[in-house]
């Protein structure tokens, strides 16, 4: 039995009958997904980490949480925040933790690969609103 291959991951060059179809390098999908600069979608990095294992969340639901996580991580690290928002933010972040820790090694991973993928990309304005970003 054949696996599919997932679209996003599948790199097109050529065209007419030249076209040649190769899977992106990278040994992991991670790697695989930097290499393409995270696809043509904001929301493709956490569309292709979603795993059936996610027992508790749909694609839909895991997309949603994996950009708010990356979003209140990167608020953090900005250096005019204040304290009632860093606890606040500290807290929300816990508490996906504690109900999705079933899921954080998916959602952690899809974070670590948007946040790589980010300083190419925030000049994109899909991009930018996406993750609030400041230029």
């Given at each position: 039995?054949?696996?599919?291959?997932?679209?996003?991951?599948?790199?097109v060059s050529g065209s007419g009958k030249k076209?040649?179809?190769?899977?992106?390098?990278?040994?992991?999908?991670?790697?695989?997904?930097?290499?393409?600069?995270?696809?043509?979608?904001?929301?493709?990095?956490?569309?292709?980490?979603?795993?059936?294992?996610?027992?508790?969340?749909?694609?839909?639901?895991?997309?949603?949480?994996?950009?708010?996580?990356?979003?209140?991580?990167?608020?953090?690290?900005?250096?005019?925040?204040?304290?009632?928002?860093?606890?606040?933010?500290?807290?929300?972040?816990?508490?996906?933790?504690?109900?999705?820790?079933?899921?954080?090694?998916?959602?952690?991973?899809?974070?670590?690969?948007?946040?790589?993928?980010?300083?190419?990309?925030?000049?994109?304005?899909?991009?930018?609103?996406?993750?609030?970003?400041?230029?």
């Amino acid at each position: 039995m054949k696996t599919a291959r997932i679209p996003s991951l599948i790199h097109v060059s050529g065209s007419g009958k030249k076209q040649v179809k190769k899977i992106v390098q990278g040994s992991t999908v991670y790697e695989k997904l930097k290499n393409i600069g995270g696809g043509e979608s904001v929301r493709t990095i956490a569309k292709v980490v979603y795993s059936p294992l996610c027992k508790n969340l749909n694609q839909g639901q895991f997309v949603t949480l994996v950009m708010e996580y990356t979003r209140l991580n990167l608020r953090l690290g900005r250096p005019d925040i204040k304290e009632g928002e860093r606890n606040a933010i500290n807290d929300r972040i816990y508490t996906i933790q504690e109900s999705y820790s079933n899921e954080l090694p998916f959602i952690e991973g899809a974070q670590m690969t948007y946040l790589e993928v980010l300083e190419d990309r925030r000049s994109e304005l899909s991009w930018r609103e996406a993750f609030q970003l400041v230029i």
